[in-house]
T-cell receptor, first 113, second 114 residues
Framework: NAGVTQTPKFQVLKTGQSMTLQCAQDMNHNSMYWYRQDPGMGLRLIYYSASEGTTDKGEVPNGYNVSRLNKREFSLRLESAAPSQTSVYFC????????????FGEGSRLTVL | GENVEQHPSTLSVQEGDSAVIKCTYSDSASNYFPWYKQELGKRPQLIIDIRSNVGEKKDQRIAVTLNKTAKHFSLHITETQPEDSAVYFCAAMNYGGSQGNLIFGKGTKLSVKP
């Protein structure tokens, strides 16, 4: 039982490049989330998926797109990376939309040069 | 929307002392208040949560108090140990509401000195 798994763990991009962060959970959770964490800014919600087939914007969605591929997988895409997107990205899941505990992945550190 | 303020941003205590982290929230409809602990280089993990129908909850050395009137809640850690050193995040939301998300504070870096 791996919980929430994110890939890659580290990535360096040049401005304008695109990339996709992958996330998968094996807990049969309905809801999944993408956060970014910046020094002194806490955890800010980018997008979430309350259930398979639905996605919604969070606090800071600009510059990102998401896909809920199936119940297990939720990906985050940067179409044209910018230095302001340098951050640590966390995927999380919960049984239902905001139902109690969030289970986080280990994080993906992204640097945009 | 909800706004959560967390203080202090850094806190240093001696091993064995108590530590208190305070948060205020803006949305009176919020009724669920979790606390997450993030050790250096690790993922955030839930350590305790409280719902608005109770004023206090304890789990061994950790306790959380809630004052709905004043819209603030606090995390109390007694008999601190070096392994308590981490960043702690408070959060708030309207659990069960059709709108609104879990909003986190900016975090408190707790250092426990041996």
């Amino acid at each position: 039982n791996a919980g929430v798994t994110q890939t890659p763990k580290f990535q360096v991009l040049k401005t304008g490049q695109s990339m996709t962060l992958q996330c998968a959970q094996d807990m049969n959770h309905n809801s999944m989330y993408w956060y970014r964490q910046d020094p002194g800014m806490g955890l800010r919600l980018i997008y979430y998926s309350a259930s398979e087939g639905t996605t919604d914007k969070g606090e800071v969605p600009n510059g990102y797109n998401v896909s809920r591929l199936n119940k297990r997988e939720f990906s985050l895409r940067l179409e044209s990376a910018a230095p302001s997107q340098t951050s640590v990205y966390f995927c999380a899941s919960s049984e239902q939309r905001w139902s109690g505990e969030l289970f986080f992945g280990e994080g993906s550190r992204l640097t945009v040069l | 929307g909800e706004n959560v303020e967390q203080h202090p941003s850094t806190l240093s205590v001696q091993e064995g002392d108590s530590a208190v982290i305070k948060c205020t929230y803006s949305d009176s409809a919020s009724n669920y208040f979790p606390w997450y602990k993030q050790e250096l280089g690790k993922r955030p993990q839930l350590i305790i949560d409280i719902r608005s129908n109770v004023g206090e909850k304890k789990d061994q050395r950790i306790a959380v108090t809630l004052n709905k009137t004043a819209k603030h809640f606090s995390l109390h850690i007694t008999e601190t140990q070096p392994e308590d050193s981490a960043v702690y995040f408070c959060a708030a939301m309207n659990y069960g509401g059709s709108q609104g998300n879990l909003i986190f504070g900016k975090g408190t870096k707790l250092s426990v000195k041996p």
